[in-house]
């Protein structure tokens, strides 16, 4: 059965540096998103992106993030200049019709 | 805007006993609505879904839920609890458009042996 998949699992960085979280979404889907789960919290909407455009971003994505397809298959987010508070896990998915499809998570930890 | 209430952040059962883990909505136009499970450390894995038709709506491992418009509910159920159960529990809505998800807090399931 097709998944998504994330890498990676786990990234460590000092605060102020640059991360790019990949993904490669579910092959035949157009429809893609990123959510984030900060420990013990539920599972926040960032941005979803269609068509190589971003259609709906929340409030928490602000200047510091930024989503790219830069090839047929992967689909990132990267942050420019993190801060203690991005410390988080982070979902990509990818939809088909209604339903999404989530990846395994990467956690990121901002020291 | 839409909005999920989950309502017990932790939920205990004796293994064999009903599992009813409860969700309620806002949505000012038709909903799409979803339960989805994590275990420690792994991802999203969807266990049901809502979207148009019958209202009971049965998903894996021996789940169901019913969406209940006039309570704006959709309650998961399980007749009976495994220890495998055990694990986080999200419900989500998303309506036509951009299908953006909005979850729950979310509700830890504990079975007691």
């Known amino acids: 059965e097709p998944e998504v998949t994330q890498t990676p699992s786990h990234q460590v960085t000092q605060m102020g540096q640059e991360v790019i979280l990949r993904c490669v979404p579910i092959?035949?889907?157009?429809?893609f998103y990123w959510y984030r789960q900060i420990l013990g919290q539920k599972v926040e909407f960032l941005v979803s992106?269609?068509?190589?455009?971003?259609?709906?971003k929340s409030e928490i994505f602000d200047d510091q993030f930024s989503v790219e397809r830069p090839d047929g298959s992967n689909f990132t987010l990267k942050i420019r200049s993190t801060k203690l508070e991005d410390s988080a896990m982070y979902f990509c998915?990818?939809?088909?019709?209604?339903?999404?499809?989530f990846g395994p998570g990467t956690r990121l930890t901002v020291l | 805007a839409q909005s999920v209430t989950q309502l017990g952040s932790h939920v205990s059962v004796s293994e064999g006993a009903l599992v009813l883990l409860r969700c309620n909505y806002s949505?000012?136009?038709?909903?799409?609505l979803f339960w989805y499970v994590q275990y420690p450390n792994q991802g999203l894995q969807l266990l049901l879904k809502?979207?148009?038709?019958?209202?009971l709506v049965k998903g894996i491992n021996g789940f169901e839920a019913e969406f209940k418009k006039s309570e704006t509910s959709f309650h998961l159920t399980k007749p009976s609890a495994h220890m495998s159960d055990a694990a986080e529990y999200f419900c989500?809505?998303?309506?036509?458009?951009?299908?953006?998800?909005?979850f729950g807090t979310g509700t830890r399931l504990k079975v007691l042996a």
């Open positions: 809502y979207t148009t038709g019958a209202t």
């Open positions: 998915a990818s939809r088909a019709a209604d339903t999404q499809y």
């Open positions: 092959s035949n889907h157009l429809y």
């Open positions: 992106f269609y068509n190589n455009e971003i259609s709906e």
């Open positions: 989500a809505v998303s309506t036509s458009g951009t299908y953006k998800y909005i």
């Open positions: 949505s000012s136009v038709p909903p799409y």
